[in-house]
């Protein structure tokens, strides 16, 4: 049977931007979806800390081929590192602003963001074949040319999203009906 998961950003929780939207359209059509709670903060969000609770799910056999996972800021390169570590296929990867440098944003965000990426991005085609990419060309956070590289490495289709900043509820996105299409 197909699942859903829904992975949050960096500061982020399953409560905030699209993700409550999101996993209530995939729960009204009685469809099983998942929403982790990744430690995140200065010194609890790292590559290590995320892997260990979404293996829990692995480990349980939520996460196979029927698996379709939305994944949203560093969230994306997290999804494809963790993947492409364990051996894992799944069915499709939605990602929303992606990217695989570093930012420069502030100190406590490169901090959190660095163990995530990852050398091999481009074997993640090895573990899934449908993987569209979602950025916009005026990302507060993300240069664009950063998504663009994400999405032009990995993508099957992308969509870029003109002033849609980084597509979070900062730039007024608590709903994303575009997503609703890769259910």
């Known amino acids: ?11 982020g929780s399953p409560f905030v931007n699209w993700v ?9 059509r009685g469809l099983e979806v998942y929403t982790p ?11 290590e800390n995320w892997e260990k609770l979404l293996k829990v799910y692995l480990d349980a056999g939520l996460i196979n081929e029927n698996t379709t996972i939305f994944a949203h800021s560093i969230a994306p390169i997290f999804i ?3 993947l492409i570590n364990n051996k894992v296929k799944v069915k499709r990867l939605v990602l929303v ?11 406590e965000y490169d901090s959190v963001n660095e163990s995530m990426y990852t050398n091999n991005l481009a074997e993640i085609k090895n573990y899934c074949n449908d993987i569209i990419c979602y950025y916009s060309d005026n990302d507060p956070y993300v240069k664009y040319d950063f998504e663009k590289e994400f999405a032009d490495t990995i993508s099957t289709e992308q969509y870029c999203i003109s002033n ?3 597509l979070n509820s900062e730039s007024g ?10 259910l």
């Open 97 to 107: 602003c992606g990217f695989n440098n570093y930012l420069g944003i502030d100190e």
């Open 20 to 28: 409550p939207y999101l996993r209530k359209e995939i729960e009204n």
């Open 80 to 82: 494809c590192k963790f």
């Open 173 to 182: 996105y608590t709903e994303f009906e575009e997503l609703i299409k890769h």
């Open 1 to 11: 049977m197909n699942n859903y998961f829904i992975i949050h950003g960096s500061f």
């Open 37 to 47: 709670d990744f430690p995140t903060g200065v010194g609890y969000q790292n590559y």
């Open 164 to 166: 849609g900043g980084h």
